[in-house]
């Protein structure tokens, strides 16, 4: 099982509509979950974290974790066409404290 | 605010030469450095991190090598370059935080083509 996973996409939502990307880890003790945001050509920025179960809201991002079922999700309301990008999940690790990236989703907004 | 920098932004080079990239970091004191490579379709691949001054730890066995000479600056470095050592090379900064929590920020990346 691989320690960070993502579909690789494309995901492809209309403008407007609610984007829903989801990542699932395999270290159980894992604490701390991110989201980035990567343009092509450019680095990955960091949209949001989240440290406990639940949903954390920012602006048109939530973030969602499900510590049980090792899964953590981010949703974007009203999508926009900036918002078409690769977003990138990363977990930090309880065994060894590192932070392991997923590949990626690669979203594309629909005009 | 903390800034982090890598220059050069992109290089070409031929295989077997000599290669150093830069990154350092601004307003902040005793980060967590960090070396990540991103091949073409591929993701980050973590190479090597750096707790303090002097201090590596390597994560993938190759001709690469990395170095830590002051507290905000990090090096990667090879003697002689690979066609598999091309893609893009981000440098990224944390901070430890008492509860494990740790949030990685990235530079802007060089992107590197071995001809």
């Known amino acids: 099982q691989k320690e960070v996973e993502q579909n690789s996409g494309p995901l492809s939502v209309p403008e407007g509509a609610i984007a829903s990307l989801n990542c699932t880890y395999s270290?159980?003790?894992?604490?701390?979950f991110f989201w980035y945001r990567q343009y092509s050509g450019k680095s990955p920025e960091l949209i949001m974290f989240i440290y406990s179960n639940g949903d954390k809201e920012d602006g048109r991002f939530t973030a969602q974790l499900n510590k049980a079922s090792q899964y953590v999700s981010l949703l974007i309301r009203d999508s926009q066409p900036s918002d078409s990008a690769t977003y990138l999940c990363a977990v930090k690790q309880n065994r060894d404290d590192k932070i392991i990236f997923g590949k990626g989703t690669r979203l594309h907004i629909l005009p | 605010s903390q800034t982090i920098h890598q220059w050069p932004a992109t290089l070409v080079q031929p295989v077997g030469s000599p290669l150093s990239l830069e990154c350092t970091v601004e307003?902040?004191?005793?980060?967590?450095l960090y070396w990540y490579r991103q091949a073409a379709g591929r993701g980050l691949q973590l190479l090597f991190y750096s707790v303090g001054i002097g201090q590596i730890s390597s994560e993938v066995p190759q001709n690469l090598s990395a170095s830590r000479p002051q507290d905000r600056q990090f090096i990667l470095s090879s003697k002689k370059l690979l066609l598999s050592d091309s893609g893009f090379y981000l440098c990224?900064?944390?901070?430890?935080?008492?509860?494990?929590?740790?949030?990685?920020?990235f530079g802007p990346g060089t992107r590197l083509l071995v001809l």
């Open positions: 990224a900064w944390s901070l430890y935080r008492v509860g494990n929590q740790e949030t990685q920020y």
């Open positions: 307003g902040t004191s005793n980060p967590n």
């Open positions: 270290d159980r003790g894992s604490q701390s």
